[in-house]
Nanobody, 123 residues
């Protein structure tokens, strides 16, 4: 059974950090593109970052560049999203998604989704 499980969300003060994890089961991530998405209340789901398996290239939406870092550990079948200098506007449910082969930052490109983890940035 293909499954993605996110973890690492929580409540953090502005300027703080969190590391989200996306662990895969039922398949190996090393042949998949992985994306991180987020959805804030009343807003559409937004692509945040993605990493390709072919060359490890990464992409970030402008609003998180220089603050977020995506990485993968194929041995642990896990992808991470390190989030630093968090802002209240980063508050959202964060989802990871996977697609066999190549994908970008659009949600329709992805086949498998996790259940999401809540990130709240507030003082």
């Amino acid at each position: 059974q293909v499954q993605l499980v996110e973890s690492g969300g929580g409540l953090v003060q502005p300027g703080g950090s969190l590391r989200l994890s996306c662990e895969a089961s039922g398949f190996t991530l090393e042949s998949y593109a992985i994306g991180w998405f987020r959805q804030a209340p009343g807003k559409e789901r937004e692509g945040v970052s993605c990493i390709r398996h072919t060359d490890g290239s990464t992409y970030y939406v402008d609003s998180v560049k220089g603050r977020f870092t995506i990485s993968r550990d194929n041995a642990k079948n896990t992808v991470y999203l390190q989030m630093n200098s968090l802002k209240p506007e980063d508050t959202a449910v964060y989802y990871c998604a996977a697609r066999f082969g190549v994908a970008g930052i659009w949600d329709y490109e992805y086949d498998y989704w996790g259940q999401g983890t809540q990130v709240t940035v507030s003082s």
